[in-house]
């Protein structure tokens, strides 16, 4: 019993912590709410050091509801940094709007215990729990500002294209279970691998766990959700839903496609490959013609998303701990570049009249030079410039398919990365090489932790950049020792 | 563990890549005092340039080995280290990074007028990538190089440039990322193929990649992806466009370094990368990339002759002058090469002493169109003999440097056949008629304009700026063994590795689609 809950104790703290935060929010006046972030930056901390103690250990709870291992750890302590960053960026922005309310901070730590339950479990039930308690919390979040049409709309839409999409995984395995008899990922993978289940309705299972991932991930043709999501909801909410929930979704996607489903590549791996290349046209193609930068935003994330299917399809193919690898230091680069490009935009929106239109970009070189600067780091990491994470992310990516034999399937996105890199020039251009109509009017909001979640996120980028053999090395040694590889 | 070669006491070559950044950072804390950070840029480019005569002191250029080494695993997981070293044919080129980039410094002290700071910085960070692709011995630094160059460049384009900056920026950078991207592949796949076996690490490292051995789909891939990445930098006709509207726009500086630097780098990743890791590709493409020369040297100086603007006809005489590297370098022999090699030298000293010419004119009369210039030798006399010494040099009189490198490039385009070397000499004859035609129309005929006689003629500044290159112009061309010594063994030991495969006889057309196809 005791064991049970060592695994979880990450879990017990941020809980915790979001319960405390909605009791004592009520008591106190107005302008003491500001020290609720940090209670939470505080809990993400504990939960990141009780995380570290029990990076070596490695067993599974609650009668195989949950497995603690290398996998788990590496994906708890990505999710606590982007909990952390989401909460500096927020605090400044939701006072400007008067919305600095505790239930913030409990929502957004609900919604990283929902991530990690996903990843740890490995049972579909548990699973499931995990996936609805991220669910629920993202939904309200998204309509935060419940004062503003666009975030209701935002949370609105949300909510129903999301429920769609959780019933779609929810009827997916409860085929697996009829098929199969189990919940347990392993064994269904087994009797799956054995082959005495009634092929149709594996297709079917398949498919419509495939189109449910879709949609928490934002992958064409499930996308449609993503750009109003992103526009309507708060900045800092859009930069924790944008990389979040995704970072949740590939987590189990990668267990989902090698653990349960590894015998079936060939069914899948063509299915996968072709969202994948659908997914990267409409997010490429898409993004170049937004005029609003969370818009933007919204379909390049999507154009990622078609980077990171290329993988999965690769993890189909022999050498698949490799490709899961990449997938995992992907989405670690593009969780610190994603924040911070939206924390620009909170940044920018705080300080003056900014909002979020290109146009209003221009002549910001000028007019911010240190948020320019930094902006223009995230732009190059995510159109994948050296010497930022962005690159190297793609640079193993690209390695991981060509090495699977799918170098075409590389070329493709290498062509897409091509498309890509304009809109997010355009950024740097409208910046640095156009001379605004009128300049922004300054507001002069300084917020000392807003300036520190860029930062973080800024040091991130370069950091994994130039030395990535920490994270690259911890991410494979995850796979190497979970997977079974 | 960091290890380097014993030859001059400290890792010269990490500290001559680096020095331009340090100092580049030290400048930005000098915001708002322009005197102490154009000072500083001068000093670090200078340092820089101290540096590499240094290391060309030291340097044997009696072996063909890389000197210089060293050695630091970046990231072992993926056979990726930080791994640097030159050879004759680097230490050629970065001396000709390191002079330039210290010329363009005082060259432009008054030349923009807005965010000056940042635009020196730009110019220091672009020579740590540029040295940087020159010493990489790792493909992985190589491209992380490559790129580096690539950013501070389109600012230099896009933020200084004239009225079409936007676009030609774009253009430059989407041009030069495609080919890059398709290196990038590339580059992974054949780490990946020249592993020992399926879970060992990907060998990215440049010594071990020279020895592997390919088979011929991969080659004929491979030698394809590089090839295009190299030959959009080069430029090479048909993937030169990019290049009018990137000189056209840039400010003076950027197209000194542009067309002096960083047309080189393709020229050198053939020399480096195409040609001995894929020797059958390169037989068998030969050919096709012969021609494609060709056409470049024919096209590029047709095209110059119908020029208006001034700096566009030296940028598309750059495309017909760079077609001579290549044309030299697929003649597979050793004199080809060096021929090439002695062409990127010689076109990055005149040139870039063209461009600065252009950027001067233009400082006086604020204008580069040719039909609006005549007389200029009158008021500006010294210039008009700078002019006409680099016109000479750059049409290739015996005598200063153009001629080495062309005449010994033509030479093997000659050995390989005397029908194609035939044609690529009379692309000579075209560089005289153009370049002549203008150096009349713009020194010559009447005085446009009396006001004129108002502005002052060349400053010691900028005599300062020219006078080197015109030396060292003098120097190439009338005893050209001091630096052709210097790339001979590398040369050499090239052309020995291509002579085998060039005596095999080269793949059919249909051979190279076959194996495309099998791949």
Same mark, same amino acid.
């Given at each position: 019993?005791?064991?049970?809950?060592?695994?979880?104790?990450?879990?017990?703290?941020?809980?915790?912590?979001?319960?405390?935060?909605?009791?004592?929010?009520?008591?106190?006046?107005?302008?003491?709410?500001?020290?609720?972030?940090?209670?939470?930056?505080?809990?993400?901390?504990?939960?990141?050091?009780?995380?570290?103690?029990?990076?070596?250990?490695?067993?599974?709870?609650?009668?195989?509801?949950?497995?603690?291992?290398?996998?788990?750890?590496?994906?708890?302590?990505?999710?606590?940094?982007?909990?952390?960053?989401?909460?500096?960026?927020?605090?400044?922005?939701?006072?400007?709007?008067?919305?600095?309310?505790?239930?913030?901070?409990?929502?957004?730590?609900?919604?990283?215990?929902?991530?990690?339950?996903?990843?740890?479990?490995?049972?579909?039930?548990?699973?499931?729990?995990?996936?609805?308690?991220?669910?629920?919390?993202?939904?309200?979040?998204?309509?935060?500002? +419940?004062?503003?049409?666009? !975030?209701?709309? /935002?949370?609105?839409? $949300?909510? @129903?294209?999301?429920?769609? =999409? &959780?019933?779609?995984?929810?009827?997916?395995?409860?085929?697996?279970?009829?098929?199969?008899?189990?919940?347990?990922?392993?064994?269904?993978?087994?009797?799956?691998?054995?082959?005495?289940?009634?092929?149709?309705?594996?297709?079917?299972?398949?498919?419509?766990?495939?189109?449910?991932?879709?949609?928490?991930?934002?992958?064409?043709?499930?996308?449609?959700?993503?750009?109003?999501?992103?526009?309507?909801?708060?900045?800092?909410?859009?930069?924790?839903?944008?990389?979040?929930?995704?970072?949740?979704?590939?987590?189990?996607?990668?267990?989902?496609?090698?653990?349960?489903?590894?015998?079936?590549?060939?069914?899948?791996?063509?299915?996968?490959?072709?969202?994948?290349?659908?997914?990267?046209?409409?997010?490429?193609?898409?993004?170049?013609?937004?005029?609003?930068?969370? +818009?933007?935003?919204?379909? !390049?994330?999507? /154009?990622?998303?078609? $980077?990171? @299917?290329?993988?999965?399809? =690769? &993890?189909?193919?022999?050498?698949?701990?490799?490709?899961?690898?990449?997938?995992?230091?992907?989405?670690?680069?593009?969780?610190?570049?994603?924040?911070?490009?939206?924390?620009?935009?909170?940044?920018?929106?705080?300080?003056?009249?900014?909002?979020?239109?290109?146009?209003?970009?221009?002549?910001?070189?000028?007019?911010?030079?240190?948020?320019?600067?930094?902006?223009?780091?995230?732009?190059?990491?995510?159109?994948?410039?050296?010497?930022?994470?962005?690159?190297?992310?793609?640079?193993?990516?690209?390695?991981?398919?060509?090495?699977?034999?799918?170098?075409?399937?590389?070329?493709?996105?290498?062509?897409?990365?091509?498309?890509?890199?304009?809109?997010?020039?355009?950024?740097?251009?409208?910046?640095?090489?156009?001379?605004?109509?009128?300049?922004?009017?300054?507001?002069?909001?300084?917020?000392?932790?807003?300036?520190?979640?860029?930062?973080?996120?800024?040091?991130?980028?370069?950091?994994?950049?130039?030395?990535?053999?920490?994270?690259?090395?911890?991410?494979?040694?995850?796979?190497?020792?979970?997977?079974?590889? | 563990?960091?290890?380097?070669?014993?030859?001059?006491?400290?890792?010269?070559?990490?500290?001559?890549?680096?020095?331009?950044?340090?100092?580049?950072?030290?400048?930005?804390?000098?915001?708002?005092?322009?005197?102490?950070?154009?000072?500083?840029?001068?000093?670090?480019?200078?340092?820089?340039?101290?540096?590499?005569?240094?290391?060309?002191?030291?340097?044997?250029?009696?072996?063909?080995?890389?000197?210089?080494?060293?050695?630091?695993?970046?990231?072992?997981?993926?056979?990726?280290?930080?791994?640097?070293?030159?050879?004759?044919?680097?230490?050629?080129?970065?001396?000709?990074?390191?002079?330039?980039?210290?010329?363009?410094?005082?060259?432009?002290?008054?030349?923009?007028?807005?965010?000056?700071?940042?635009?020196?910085?730009?110019?220091?960070?672009?020579?740590?990538?540029?040295?940087?692709?020159?010493?990489?011995?790792?493909?992985?630094?190589?491209?992380?190089?490559?790129?580096?160059?690539?950013?501070?460049?389109?600012?230099?384009?896009?933020?200084?440039?004239?009225?079409?900056?936007?676009?030609?920026?774009?253009?430059?950078?989407?041009?030069?990322?495609?080919?890059?991207?398709?290196?990038?592949?590339?580059?992974?796949?054949?780490?990946?193929?020249?592993?020992?076996?399926?879970?060992?690490?990907?060998?990215?490292?440049?010594?071990?990649?020279?020895?592997?051995?390919?088979?011929?789909?991969?080659?004929?891939?491979?030698?394809?992806?590089?090839?295009?990445?190299?030959?959009?930098?080069?430029?090479?006709?048909?993937?030169?466009?990019?290049?009018?509207?990137?000189?056209?726009?840039?400010?003076?500086?950027?197209?000194?370094?542009?067309?002096?630097?960083?047309?080189?780098?393709?020229?050198?990743?053939?020399?480096?990368?195409?040609?001995?890791?894929?020797?059958?590709?390169?037989?068998?493409?030969?050919?096709?990339?012969?021609?494609?020369?060709?056409?470049?040297?024919?096209?590029?100086?047709?095209?110059?002759?119908?020029?208006?603007?001034?700096?566009?006809?030296?940028?598309?005489?750059?495309?017909?002058?760079?077609?001579?590297?290549?044309?030299?370098?697929?003649?597979?022999?050793?004199?080809?090469?060096?021929?090439?090699?002695?062409?990127?030298?010689?076109?990055?000293?005149?040139?870039?002493?063209?461009?600065?010419?252009?950027?001067?004119?233009?400082?006086?009369?604020?204008?580069?169109?040719?039909?609006?210039?005549?007389?200029?030798?009158?008021?500006?006399?010294?210039?008009?003999?700078?002019?006409?010494?680099?016109?000479?040099?750059?049409?290739?009189?015996?005598?200063?440097?153009?001629?080495?490198?062309?005449?010994?490039?033509?030479?093997?385009?000659?050995?390989?056949?005397?029908?194609?070397?035939?044609?690529?000499?009379?692309?000579?004859?075209?560089?005289?008629?153009?370049?002549?035609?203008?150096?009349?129309?713009?020194?010559?005929?009447?005085?446009?304009?009396?006001?004129?006689?108002?502005?002052?003629?060349?400053?010691?500044?900028?005599?300062?700026?020219?006078?080197?290159?015109?030396?060292?112009?003098?120097?190439?061309?009338?005893?050209?063994?001091?630096?052709?010594?210097?790339?001979?063994?590398?040369?050499?030991?090239?052309?020995?590795?291509?002579?085998?495969?060039?005596?095999?006889?080269?793949?059919?057309?249909?051979?190279?689609?076959?194996?495309?196809?099998?791949?």
């Amino acid at each position: 019993m005791q064991h049970d809950l060592l695994a979880i104790i990450p879990e017990l703290m941020l809980i915790a912590t979001a319960l405390v935060i909605l009791l004592i929010d009520p008591l106190l006046p107005p302008d003491g709410r500001r020290g609720l972030g940090y209670l939470g930056v505080f809990a993400c901390a504990m939960a990141g050091l009780s995380t570290w103690f029990l990076r070596n250990e490695e067993f599974t709870a609650f009668n195989d509801a949950i497995s603690l291992d290398r996998y788990t750890i590496y994906f708890k302590a990505l999710f606590l940094v982007i909990a952390v960053i989401a909460m500096l960026l927020s605090e400044k922005h939701l006072e400007l709007h008067r919305r600095l309310l505790g239930d913030y901070y409990s929502l957004i730590l609900l919604a990283t215990v929902g991530m990690m339950v996903m990843t740890e479990s490995i049972d579909i039930m548990t699973f499931f729990v995990g996936l609805e308690l991220m669910a629920l919390a993202s939904y309200i979040l998204a309509g935060f500002f +419940r004062y503003d049409e666009l !975030s209701v709309e /935002a949370s609105l839409k $949300y909510f @129903l294209t999301g429920a769609f =999409a &959780s019933t779609f995984v929810l009827f997916g395995l409860a085929l697996l279970y009829g098929i199969t008899g189990y919940t347990n990922y392993q064994q269904i993978g087994e009797t799956i691998a054995a082959g005495n289940v009634p092929g149709s309705t594996l297709v079917i299972a398949i498919i419509l766990v495939i189109a449910g991932f879709g949609f928490k991930v934002g992958a064409v043709p499930f996308h449609n959700w993503a750009p109003d999501v992103y526009q309507g909801s708060p900045t800092p909410v859009a930069a924790f839903l944008s990389v979040g929930p995704k970072a949740a979704g590939f987590a189990v996607l990668i267990k989902f496609m090698t653990v349960i489903l590894g015998s079936e590549s060939g069914t899948w791996v063509g299915l996968i490959i072709a969202i994948a290349i659908v997914t990267m046209l409409v997010g490429a193609t898409m993004a170049l013609v937004q005029r609003d930068l969370k +818009r933007m935003l919204a379909y !390049s994330s999507i /154009a990622h998303v078609g $980077y990171l @299917l290329l993988a999965i399809s =690769a &993890s189909g193919e022999e050498v698949a701990a490799f490709a899961s690898a990449s997938i995992m230091f992907y989405l670690a680069a593009y969780a610190l570049m994603n924040l911070g490009a939206f924390g620009v935009l909170v940044y920018l929106s705080n300080n003056s009249s900014f909002g979020n239109r290109l146009d209003d970009l221009a002549g910001l070189g000028k007019q911010f030079p240190w948020a320019a600067g930094i902006l223009t780091v995230f732009m190059l990491s995510l159109a994948g410039i050296p010497p930022t994470a962005g690159f190297f992310a793609k640079f193993y990516l690209f390695a991981a398919v060509v090495d699977a034999g799918l170098a075409w399937l590389a070329m493709v996105g290498a062509l897409f990365s091509l498309v890509s890199a304009f809109y997010y020039l355009r950024v740097i251009v409208y910046m640095y090489m156009r001379q605004p109509e009128q300049e922004l009017e300054r507001s002069g909001e300084r917020s000392f932790d807003l300036n520190l979640g860029l930062g973080l996120a800024a040091v991130g980028v370069l950091l994994l950049g130039l030395y990535p053999s920490p994270v690259l090395d911890a991410a494979q040694d995850a796979l190497l020792m979970v997977l079974g590889f | 563990m960091f290890t380097y070669q014993e030859q001059i006491g400290f890792p010269i070559l990490t500290v001559l890549i680096f020095l331009p950044t340090l100092g580049g950072l030290l400048m930005l804390l000098m915001r708002g005092r322009p005197r102490w950070y154009k000072t500083t840029a001068m000093a670090t480019t200078a340092a820089t340039f101290i540096l590499s005569l240094v290391m060309l002191a030291r340097f044997d250029s009696l072996s063909a080995n890389m000197q210089f080494t060293e050695k630091l695993t970046w990231v072992e997981r993926l056979g990726i280290s930080y791994h640097l070293g030159v050879d004759g044919i680097s230490v050629l080129l970065i001396l000709l990074t390191t002079l330039l980039s210290a010329i363009v410094i005082p060259a432009s002290w008054n030349y923009v007028k807005e965010r000056e700071l940042i635009f020196f910085a730009m110019f220091l960070f672009l020579e740590t990538g540029m040295l940087g692709v020159f010493c990489a011995r790792d493909l992985f630094l190589f491209y992380i190089f490559w790129e580096v160059m690539l950013i501070p460049m389109y600012f230099i384009i896009g933020v200084w440039g004239g009225p079409r900056r936007i676009y030609a920026a774009i253009k430059f950078f989407l041009f030069t990322l495609a080919g890059s991207l398709l290196m990038l592949i590339a580059i992974v796949a054949i780490a990946y193929i020249a592993r020992e076996g399926p879970f060992s690490t990907p060998v990215f490292d440049m010594d071990l990649l020279e020895s592997a051995v390919f088979s011929s789909s991969v080659q004929y891939w491979a030698f394809l992806a590089f090839f295009i990445a190299f030959a959009v930098k080069v430029p090479m006709w048909p993937v030169h466009t990019w290049l009018p509207d990137a000189h056209v726009e840039a400010p003076m500086a950027g197209s000194v370094i542009l067309a002096g630097v960083l047309l080189k780098v393709g020229g050198y990743g053939i020399l480096r990368i195409c040609l001995p890791f894929f020797p059958d590709a390169a037989v068998a493409y030969t050919p096709y990339i012969i021609i494609l020369s060709l056409i470049a040297i024919i096209y590029g100086a047709i095209v110059s002759l119908a020029q208006k603007d001034l700096k566009k006809l030296v940028a598309y005489s750059s495309v017909s002058h760079m077609g001579f590297v290549t044309a030299g370098i697929f003649a597979m022999s050793v004199i080809g090469i060096e021929g090439a090699i002695m062409v990127m030298f010689s076109h990055g000293l005149l040139t870039g002493a063209l461009f600065l010419m252009v950027g001067y004119l233009y400082e006086r009369l604020h204008t580069r169109e040719i039909a609006s210039m005549g007389g200029l030798a009158a008021p500006f006399p010294v210039m008009a003999a700078f002019l006409l010494f680099f016109v000479l040099g750059s049409l290739g009189l015996p005598g200063l440097s153009g001629f080495v490198g062309e005449f010994l490039s033509l030479l093997g385009v000659f050995a390989y056949s005397k029908v194609l070397g035939a044609i690529a000499a009379t692309g000579i004859i075209l560089a005289a008629a153009y370049l002549l035609w203008m150096f009349l129309r713009v020194m010559f005929l009447k005085l446009r304009k009396d006001e004129w006689f108002e502005l002052s003629d060349f400053s010691l500044r900028e005599i300062g700026t020219l006078a080197p290159l015109a030396a060292l112009a003098v120097w190439v061309g009338v005893y050209p063994n001091t630096f052709l010594q210097l790339i001979e063994p590398p040369a050499t030991q090239l052309a020995e590795k291509m002579a085998p495969y060039v005596a095999e006889g080269s793949g059919t057309l249909h051979d190279i689609f076959a194996s495309l196809g099998g791949f």
